[in-house]
C-alpha cells in the first residue's frame, strides 16, 4: 500500500523518537540555558512504551513505511532500548536504523548487534575536544565517541554514518580534519547545514556554511566528483573521492530545500505524529492508543493525515524568509 500526500510525496520513513531525553547539551540543540535542571522533561507515562511503538511501528510499515530510524533526543539513554529494536527487528523487510551521539555506543554496540540493527549513525562535530566539548556542553571528549564508533564498526554495524552539524565560526575548521580522518576510516561522513529547528538555538541564516562551501573546500585538497542517490528522496546528496577513497554527503537542507521529495514522518516520545520537522502540531497517536482503537482505526488516521499534507516549509523559508513557529527537534526527533 502506499499513501500519498496533496504533493504525490509517499509515506517512506519514519523517525521514531523513544525519548526527549540527553546526556548533552549541544547549542544547537538543546541550549543548556533553556534544558536545565528546571526544565520540565516528560514523564514515563507520557511516553509510549516499546509495545505501542513496535504496534505503531507495524501500522506504519503496512501503509507503506520501508526505514525506521530510531532517533531522539538520545535514544541509548532509554532504558532497555535494545529490547525495542529486537521487537521492532521482527517487522519484515525494513531498513532498521538509529541516530546516536555515541556516548554510550561501546557499551551498547554488541547487544543492539544482536538485537537485529543493521547499521548506524553517530553523530560528531569535532575531532578538536575544546569545540567539541563547547558543543556538546557537558565536556564530553572525542575520543570516547570514536571508541563508540569503533565498537559499532567492529560488531559489523556497517556502514558506520557521522553527522557533523556545521556552524559558522564554531567547527568550520574542523571540516577539513575530520574528512582526512573518516576518509582513512572509511566512514561514511555527512555534513549537515546547521538548521533553524525550535526557538532555543537563536538560529540566523549567517550561521550556515553552506553544502556548496563545505564540498569547495574539501575538493581542494581531496578532489570530489558527484554520485548518484541510492533512492529517491534521499536526504544526503552524495559525493566521491575521485581517487576511489570513499565518499561523503552533505544534507542542504537550508540552501537546497528538498521538501518536494520529502517522504518523512515523525513520531514524537509521547505519541505525537508530525508529517514535517518544522510542524507546529503533531496528531496525538498515544490516547488513540490507548483508548482502545483497532489497527484499522489507527491506520486510517494515518491516512486522513497524510492524506491532507501539504508541508514544505525549507522551500517557503528560502522562497520567503518568515520566520514561522516550529517544535524544538529533541522533542521530535531528528
Ligand atoms: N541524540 C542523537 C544524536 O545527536 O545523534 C539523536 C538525536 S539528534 C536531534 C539527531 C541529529 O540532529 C544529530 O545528528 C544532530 O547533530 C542533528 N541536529 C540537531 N540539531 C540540529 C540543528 N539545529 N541543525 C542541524 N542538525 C541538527
Ligand atoms: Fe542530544 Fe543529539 Fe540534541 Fe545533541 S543533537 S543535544 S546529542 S539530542
Ligand atoms: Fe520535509 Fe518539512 Fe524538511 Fe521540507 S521542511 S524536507 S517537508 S521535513
Not at 529494536?85 to 523487510?93: E, R, S
Not at 571528549?141 to 558506520?160: F, N, R, S, Y
Not at 529517491?232 to 537550508?254: F, L, N, Q
Request: glycine share 6%.
Amino acid at each position: 500500500m502506499t499513501l500519498s500526500d496533496t504533493l504525490n510525496r509517499p509515506l517512506r520513513d519514519l523517525r521514531i523518537s523513544v525519548t526527549d531525553r540527553c546526556n548533552f547539551r549541544c547549542v544547537y540543540c538543546m541550549p543548556k540555558e533553556v534544558f536545565g535542571s528546571n526544565y520540565k522533561f516528560l514523564l514515563h507515562e507520557q511516553i509510549l512504551t516499546y509495545e505501542e511503538i513496535t504496534r505503531l511501528a507495524r501500522i506504519f510499515v503496512s501503509l507503506g513505511v520501508k526505514k525506521i530510524r530510531l532517533t531522539g533526543g538520545e535514544p541509548l539513554v532509554r532504558k532497555d532500548f535494545p529490547d525495542l529494536l529486537a521487537m521492532l527487528a521482527q517487522i519484515p523487510d525494513i531498513d532498521l536504523t538509529m541516530t546516536t551521539n555515541g556516548s554510550l555506543l561501546s557499551r551498547f554496540a554488541q547487544q543492539l548487534k544482536d538485537a537485529g540493527l543493521k547499521r548506524v549513525t553517530v553523530s560528531l562535530d569535532s575531532l578538536d575536544n575544546e569545540i567539541f566539548k563547547s558543543m556538546n556542553d557537558v565536556d564530553f571528549p572525542v575520543e570516547k565517541v570514536i571508541e563508540g564508533m569503533d565498537a559499532a564498526a567492529a560488531v559489523g554495524l556497517a556502514p558506520v554514518k557521522v553527522n557533523m552539524v556545521v556552524k559558522r565560526g564554531v567547527n568550520e575548521s574542523s571540516i577539513l580534519p575530520m574528512a582526512r580522518f573518516f576518509r582513512e576510516k572509511g566512514f561514511i561522513l555527512r555534513f549537515i547545514e546547521y538548521m533553524d529547528v525550535g526557538h532555543t538555538n537563536g538560529w540566523r541564516m549567517d550561521d550556515i556554511v553552506s553544502a556548496k562551501e563545505i564540498i569547495k573546500i574539501i575538493h581542494a585538497e581531496m578532489p570530489l566528483e558527484p554520485a548518484d542517490p541510492n533512492y529517491r528522496g534521499e536526504v544526503a546528496e552524495r559525493w566521491r573521492y575521485k581517487d576511489g577513497s570513499g565518499e561523503i554527503g552533505v544534507i542542504a537542507s537550508v540552501t537546497q530545500a528538498f521538501c518536494r521529495d520529502c517522504s518523512r514522518a515523525r513520531l514524537s516520545a509521547e505519541g505525537k505524529l508530525y508529517t514535517c520537522l518544522f510542524a507546529i502540531k503533531g496528531h496525538d497517536f498515544r490516547d488513540l492508543l490507548r483508548s482502545g482503537a483497532t489497527d484499522e482505526e489507527v491506520a486510517q488516521a494515518v491516512e486522513k493525515i497524510w492524506g491532507k499534507r501539504a508541508d514544505r516549509y525549507s522551500e517557503i523559508r528560502s522562497e520567503n524568509t518568515i520566520p514561522l513557529p516550529k517544535v524544538e527537534m529533541s522533542h521530535i526527533g531528528g
